[in-house]
């Protein structure tokens, strides 16, 4: 079973920042971080694969960083410059190597970011 933990989110002022963690076992492709917002569908923030390669929502490029720590199965999400719509809970998504034979991606449980105006 791979487990997926997050930790991280809270309140904060608009202009402030945060960092979201995500540990997760198994042997992990790519790791990201989605959102979902009330009444709205769940969106790709950031993810990053094995070699590095990162990619960001247009919303987050330039305030946004994500950073993975592959010896630890880990990845962060550093958050700066946050505005109220970025208000949303945050969820850990963890791809795996296709030779796993384990497709289908494991998400965490979600860690809520609330950003005040």
């Known amino acids: 079973q791979v487990q997926v933990e997050e930790s991280g989110g809270g309140l904060v002022q608009a202009g402030g920042s945060l960092r979201l963690s995500c540990t997760a076992s198994g042997h992990i492709y790519r790791l990201g971080w989605y959102r979902q917002a009330p009444g709205n569908q769940r969106e790709l923030v950031a993810q990053?694969?094995?070699?590095?390669?990162?990619n960001y929502a247009d919303s987050v490029k330039d305030r946004f960083t994500i950073s993975r720590v592959n010896g630890d199965n880990k990845v962060y999400l550093q958050m700066d410059r946050l505005k109220s719509e970025d208000t949303a809970v945050y969820y850990c998504?963890?791809?795996?190597?296709?030779?796993?034979?384990?497709?289908?991606?494991?998400w965490g449980q979600g860690t809520q970011v609330t950003v005040s105006s």
């Open positions: 998504k963890v791809k795996l190597f296709a030779t796993t034979g384990r497709p289908a991606p494991f």
């Open positions: 990053v694969t094995s070699t590095g390669f990162k």
